[in-house]
């Protein structure tokens, strides 16, 4: 039987990486096709990279409007598909390309395995929350990270024996890599960065594309004392600039600007801050996991377990409701509570159940 991953952003890298050591691990047949939907190195290699990924075919797909990624994948992914005649096809995330991914197979009649099914953060505004729920409603075998995933499949009517709940393969990555990043980054050295810093990332849409979210964003860095590391994303910069707000942060004392780092060194700096400040679904869930309040730049989010055991925030792109939360997150003593997301097995648990269905 023959396994084909399809990934195409930072989020599937991450998410996909333990599960392929545990394909190898069994010597399973595997195929994995790259879409290039992140296509700079800053974004992409980088992580193949650190992950320790293997050799992949790479579509080249690069940017562009939803609608055109999403067919432009699907035309390049099903020619692989027909040519290499997958038994299931696993598909992680949210992205256009877990969309691409499942569309193009369910249309071939490959099974298809969603990889961190259910989550749900009722926002149809959200491409993310689009992804999300056709392609669950065309997946064979949805893998949910969390009960609330589970159930959330159930509320729409989605049955049972389609559902398994084996915890977030983010777990197994985060907790498998963190050695490995103490070992091995330099990024501390690498831009001076001292003790006391927050961590801050902004790439959403959502964010990036609306000045006046933005510029409240901007403001509310600007106005904290204390240094905030910023690792800027390509598509966040381009808007900084055209919308006049990237001297101003240029200008700040405390703010310093980074390229983007790859998983190791964004382990390392999650790990050591006092508070996160983002907009990342997975950066929400890694500060979670490594016991680091976070503030997050969103009117919602699909991962509630975080906000729920007291770790994570919601403040949106509000500048003073951005303050309040710093301080709030800053002064609060969370429990150190059961880890909601699994126990860091969720990749055997998966190859298990497709070994049960014949599948590989």
Same mark, same amino acid.
């Given at each position: 039987?023959?396994?084909?991953?399809?990934?195409?952003?930072?989020?599937?890298?991450?998410?996909?990486?333990?599960?392929?050591?545990?394909?190898?691990?069994?010597?399973?047949?595997?195929?994995?096709?790259? $879409?290039?939907?992140?296509?700079?190195? +800053?974004?992409?290699?980088?992580?193949?990279?650190?992950?320790?990924?293997?050799?992949?075919?790479?579509?080249?797909? !690069?940017?562009?409007?939803?609608?055109?990624?999403? !067919?432009?994948?699907?035309?390049?992914? +099903? &020619?692989?598909?027909?040519?290499? &005649?997958?038994?299931?096809?696993?598909?992680?995330?949210?992205?256009?390309?877990?969309?691409?991914?499942?569309?193009?197979?369910?249309?071939?009649?490959?099974?298809?395995?969603?990889?961190?099914?259910?989550?749900?953060?009722?926002?149809?505004?959200?491409?993310?929350?689009?992804?999300?729920?056709?392609?669950?409603?065309?997946?064979?075998?949805?893998?949910?990270?969390?009960? $609330?995933?589970?159930?959330?499949?159930? *509320?729409? !009517?989605?049955?049972?024996?389609?559902?398994?709940?084996?915890?977030?393969?983010?777990?197994?990555?985060?907790?498998?890599?963190?050695?490995?990043?103490?070992?091995?980054?330099?990024?501390?050295?690498?831009? *001076?960065?001292?003790? *006391?810093?927050?961590?801050? $990332?902004?790439?959403?849409?959502?964010?990036?594309?609306?000045?006046?979210?933005?510029?409240?964003?901007?403001?509310?860095?600007?106005?904290?004392?204390?240094?905030?590391?910023?690792?800027?994303?390509?598509? $966040?910069?381009?808007?900084?600039?055209?919308?006049?707000?990237?001297?101003?942060?240029?200008?700040?004392?405390?703010?310093?600007?980074?390229?983007?780092?790859?998983?190791?060194?964004?382990?390392?700096?999650?790990?050591?801050?006092?508070?996160?400040?983002?907009?990342?679904?997975?950066?929400?869930?890694?500060?979670?996991?490594?016991?680091?309040?976070?503030?997050?730049?969103?009117?919602?989010?699909?991962?509630?377990?975080?906000?729920?055991?007291?770790?994570?925030?919601?403040?949106?792109?509000?500048?003073?409701?951005?303050?309040?939360?710093?301080?709030?997150?800053?002064?609060?003593?969370?429990?150190?509570?059961?880890?909601?997301? !699994?126990?860091?097995?969720?990749?055997?648990?998966?190859?298990?159940?497709?070994?049960?269905? *014949?599948?590989?």
């Amino acid at each position: 039987m023959k396994i084909m991953s399809v990934v195409g952003a930072r989020p599937n890298f991450i998410k996909m990486a333990p599960l392929i050591k545990e394909i190898e691990k069994r010597n399973l047949e595997h195929i994995l096709v790259h $879409t290039g939907q992140h296509y700079d190195d +800053e974004m992409s290699e980088i992580f193949f990279d650190d992950l320790g990924l293997p050799q992949f075919e790479y579509l080249d797909v !690069g940017s562009g409007t939803h609608g055109y990624q999403t !067919g432009k994948m699907l035309i390049e992914l +099903e &020619k692989v598909m027909l040519r290499e &005649k997958p038994d299931v096809v696993l598909v992680p995330g949210d992205t256009n390309t877990t969309l691409a991914g499942a569309l193009a197979a369910v249309k071939l009649h490959i099974s298809v395995a969603h990889i961190e099914a259910g989550l749900r953060s009722f926002d149809k505004r959200m491409p993310e929350e689009i992804n999300r729920i056709l392609t669950d409603h065309c997946s064979d075998l949805m893998f949910c990270p969390t009960e $609330t995933a589970v159930k959330n499949l159930k *509320n729409e !009517g989605i049955e049972d024996e389609k559902i398994f709940l084996v915890g977030d393969t983010m777990v197994d990555a985060c907790f498998q890599n963190l050695e490995i990043a103490k070992k091995t980054s330099t990024v501390f050295n690498d831009y *001076n960065i001292e003790k *006391n810093y927050f961590l801050a $990332t902004v790439h959403r849409a959502e964010n990036t594309d609306d000045k006046t979210r933005l510029e409240n964003i901007v403001d509310a860095f600007v106005s904290i004392n204390t240094q905030i590391v910023f690792p800027v994303h390509p598509r $966040t910069i381009k808007r900084l600039k055209e919308f006049g707000l990237f001297e101003k942060l240029e200008n700040t004392k405390n703010i310093l600007m980074i390229d983007p780092v790859g998983y190791l060194d964004s382990l390392m700096l999650i790990s050591k801050a006092k508070l996160i400040l983002t907009d990342s679904g997975g950066i929400q869930k890694e500060a979670f996991l490594l016991r680091i309040p976070c503030v997050t730049l969103r009117d919602n989010t699909e991962w509630i377990e975080t906000i729920d055991y007291g770790w994570n925030v919601l403040v949106g792109a509000d500048k003073n409701k951005i303050l309040k939360g710093a301080t709030l997150m800053l002064d609060k003593q969370p429990k150190n509570i059961k880890n909601p997301f !699994g126990d860091g097995k969720a990749s055997e648990r998966i190859i298990d159940v497709l070994s049960i269905l *014949n599948l590989v």
